[in-house]
């Protein structure tokens, strides 16, 4: 039975899920790192929110882990690159929180522009100073939005809801989408010229760090105010701090901090400047909402290999696993094969599609192609890290879907380049569920893909065959299967064998010796 640790502090939902699918699981939120590192060698699965740091060294340890759940949006808690070299799937809830936070960030705008904090301040303090908080509107006002994802989408349309204008920087919006939400896509520079408010909806990444950085604040319009609920480093603290100061923001409120948990901070106790300590995702119906979506992932992963909103590995619904799984085993085994063959470094990867296989999800098939033709060079690599460590290698890939009638109910083939050119290989599903392979640099021959194999490539010539039975049966080696296939009388012609046991050097010497030999190669499956 598989095990899950939950390290954070979760909707009890979660556990309960967990047992209804008999997923054992510990609840230990609060765990430091070296209590963590200690005990997470014994877990399959991973729940976590933002506090758990899923760091290499982490990763380092979890020698059984497979999948980490994030019940949330943001993943910058999990190292993304350590966990794909791992193997270990990453997976988020990336719609159970949207509203929620979307709200807290209009909560914040109104809080800003009527000072709603410090007036309550004030007047539990007993001053009754209804002198000292002029608001403003929000009526006709224009929002810019940083980042129009689902939340910023979810943001634009409450905001609009109020009669405000809002105009959105986001490289990735479209035009049809942006009039779809009824909303103005401008650029950065245009947008913090324009804004009454801004508010950011961005992951933190590169392009994204900093990016209201000192000048572009200098660029906003005297008395914005500002709302961040994303993420910390989106905004130059030191900046905003002396900005607010001056005069030139009338107000700021951030969710996120560049260091969190944010216990001290220049920003606290300057005028126009409101916190909270990370709460955007904080209401009941959003924490019901990630952690049964994180333990049904989870569970679903860890129970039938479903993969749902991961970010290290294509998707796989409940439905489609187990429809898919003997593609994935037959994409391997070809893959594995088509490696252990390949001449030369490998340079391109095609994955082609027909019949019934042309109607399923072609990612996972394209990732255990990969794999298996992986294997040999990488005791490490599977079907989260594969495609990962392909493009490391500057391996390109292409999928191809054939929509046209084959011999066969459903193929896979996989071709690989390499400077000697290029080979392809080809498989079937008997009965929908046995791998097989019918095709091997584009002559036909039928075997299952097993075990210890010998392949031998030869001109078609009288007396070969005896001549290698001969060469194994001196060896002592056993022949189990034996497959044969050819281009044509007197043309290339192929041996594929199963054996019992490994194949030994010398026995490969013997073959390679043998007239009209032209490759031999032991095969492992
Ligand atoms: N405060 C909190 O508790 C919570 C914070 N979040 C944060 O909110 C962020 C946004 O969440 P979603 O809207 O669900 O994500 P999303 O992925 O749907 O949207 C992000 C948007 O940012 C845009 N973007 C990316 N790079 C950009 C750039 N350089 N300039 C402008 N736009 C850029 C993308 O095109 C995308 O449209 C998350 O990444 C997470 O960090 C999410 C949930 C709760
Ligand atoms: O789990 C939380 O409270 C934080 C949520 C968050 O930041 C996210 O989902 O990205």
């Known amino acids: ?55 290499a060294d982490i990763l380092e340890a979890a020698t059984n882990l497979k999948v980490v759940g994030r019940a949330g949006i943001g993943v910058d808690n999990v190292d993304i690159p350590s966990a794909s070299a791992k193997g270990v799937v990453v997976m988020n809830t990336p719609f159970g929180n949207s509203i929620t936070t979307a709200e807290h960030a209009i909560a914040l705008m109104f809080a800003l522009a009527r000072q709603l904090p410090e007036a309550d301040a004030s007047t539990q303090a007993g001053k009754w100073e209804k002198n000292r908080f002029m608001g403003v509107e929000v009526t006709g006002k224009t929002l810019g939005l940083i980042g129009a994802g689902n939340i910023g989408s979810i943001v634009a349309e409450r905001a609009l809801g109020l009669k405000m204008k809002v105009v959105a920087f986001d490289p990735f919006l479209t035009p049809e989408r942006a009039e779809d939400i009824g909303i103005e896509k401008v650029e950065l520079d245009q947008l913090l010229a324009r804004a009454d408010f ?12 900093n990016i209201l950085s000192r000048d572009n604040l200098l660029k906003t319009k005297k008395g ?28 700021a409120a951030l969710d996120v901090f560049v260091t969190e948990p944010a216990h001290e901070s220049p920003l606290f106790g300057t005028p126009g400047f409101i916190s909270t300590p990370h709460l ?29 909103n991961a970010l290290n590995v294509p998707s796989l619904s409940a439905e489609e696993a187990p429809r898919v799984r003997p593609y994935i085993e037959l994409a391997e085994k070809l893959g594995l094969l088509a490696g252990q063959l390949a001449k030369g470094a490998i340079s391109h990867v095609t994955v082609e599609v027909e ?44 999928e191809v879907r054939h929509e046209r009638e084959t011999d066969y109910h459903t193929l896979l083939r996989v071709t690989v380049k390499t400077e000697e050119g ?16 019918v095709e091997l640099f584009g002559i036909k021959v039928e075997a299952d893909l097993d075990g210890s194999m010998l392949f031998i490539a030869n001109e078609d010539k009288p007396g070969f065959i005896g001549k290698v039975g001969s060469a194994l049966g001196e060896a002592n080696v056993n022949i189990g299967t034996f497959h044969l296939g050819r281009r ?20 490969l010497w013997t073959l390679c010796k043998l007239d009209g030999v032209k490759d031999v190669k032991a095969l492992r499956f």
Request: aromatic share 2%; charged share 25%.
């Open 488 to 507: 044509g009388q007197g043309g290339e012609a192929i041996l594929l064998l199963s054996v019992d046991g490994d194949i030994a050097d010398p026995l």
């Open 422 to 437: 290029e080979r392809s290989v080809a498989g079937t599903l008997f009965g929908m569920k046995h791998p097989r392979l």
């Open 280 to 308: 955007g995702a904080s209401t009941d119906e959003a924490q019901v909402n990630v952690a049964i979506q994180v333990a049904e992932q989870i569970s679903d992963f860890l129970l039938s290999g479903a993969v749902t």
């Open 198 to 209: 801004i508010t950011l909806h961005t992951p933190l990444t590169d392009s994204t760090r």
């Open 1 to 55: 039975m598989p095990k899950v640790l939950i390290s954070d502090k979760m909707s009890p939902k979660a556990a309960a899920i967990f047992k209804e699918r008999g997923v054992e699981f510990d609840e230990k939120p609060g765990l430091t790192k070296d209590e963590l590192k200690a005990i997470i060698g014994q877990y399959d699965g991973l729940a976590i929110r933002s506090a758990t740091k899923v760091t």
């Open 224 to 251: 914005v105010r500002i709302v961040n609920c994303a993420r910390g480093g989106l905004i130059d603290e030191a900046a905003l701090k002396e900005l607010l100061d001056s005069g030139h923001i009338a107000g």
């Open 355 to 398: 019949g019934a296989a042309a109607e399923l999800n072609i990612k996972p098939i394209t990732s255990a192609v990969i794999t298996g033709l992986m294997r040999p060079i990488s005791d490490t690599v599977n079907m989260v890290n594969a495609v990962h460590i392909a493009r490391e290698r500057d391996i390109g890939i292409a």
